[in-house]
């Protein structure tokens, strides 16, 4: 199975601050990169698919990049209700497995 | 608009079964995979598998083979999850998603609320 790791497992930081989140994947996984948002009490919404493709209704200020092994999400311009916890996921070969997750706090 | 309804809450002994089902309706439920994910109390997402609603058609993690099956209903638009030899680290939420593609690429776009499953004697 291909095991996805990211860091930081949790970061705090300011509103109107730019956060970089990194995953890391076993092996190769091309581009097929997933990152999702989840709220507490509630279930994880896709914000960027296939690495950098933004899901319909998601802000702007969200963006994904990379390839391979490596990938980031960036939120640029903090606001008070990205308050979460940030998934990636590997869509490339099953089983589609997870990062174990960064809890972003807003201070 | 797209919904995917779960059912509701379970309490389970261990060793028991536990059958959630997750009710679609906005679109052509045989067009699109049908995911399951569970996270268990402050845990991690963890994919278990996954259905075609067209062909019936399954795949499982490995560590559920044998204990999980995944089935639908194509009359009433409707998958199953069904995992059995529940013990208590089967407590969970467990969700149902829809999967979509977008050129290439497939991901979860549509999630069920989430069917919280608990493991007590």
């Known amino acids: 199975d291909i095991q996805m790791t990211q860091s930081p497992s949790s970061l705090s930081v300011s509103v109107g601050d730019r956060v970089t989140i990194t995953c890391r994947a076993s092996?190769?996984?091309?581009?097929?990169l997933n990152w999702y948002q989840q709220k507490p009490g509630k279930a994880p919404q896709v914000l960027i698919y296939?690495?950098?493709g933004l899901q319909s209704g998601v802000p702007p200020r969200f963006s994904g990049s990379g390839s391979g092994t490596s990938f980031t999400l960036t939120i640029t311009s903090l606001q008070p209700e990205d308050s979460a916890v940030y998934y990636c996921q590997q869509s490339d070969t099953a089983p589609y497995t997870f990062g174990q997750g960064t809890k972003l706090e807003i201070k | 608009q797209v919904q995917l309804v779960q059912s509701g809450a379970e309490v389970k002994k261990p060793g028991a079964s536990v059958k959630v089902s997750c009710e679609t309706s906005g679109y052509t439920f045989i067009t699109y995979d049908i995911n399951w994910v569970r996270q268990a109390p402050g845990q991690g997402l963890e994919w278990m598998g996954w259905i075609n609603p067209r062909n019936g058609k399954t795949g499982y993690l490995q560590k559920f083979q044998g204990r999980v099956t995944m089935t639908r209903n194509t009359s009433v638009n409707t998958a199953y999850m069904e995992l059995s030899s529940l013990t208590s680290e089967d407590t969970a939420v467990y969700y149902c998603?829809?999967?979509?593609?977008?050129?290439?690429?497939?991901?979860?776009?549509?999630w069920g609320k989430g069917t919280t499953v608990i493991v007590s004697s």
């Open positions: 296939g690495t950098s």
């Open positions: 092996q190769s996984i091309t581009d097929y």
């Open positions: 998603a829809r999967v979509v593609p977008i050129d290439y690429y497939y991901f979860m776009d549509v």
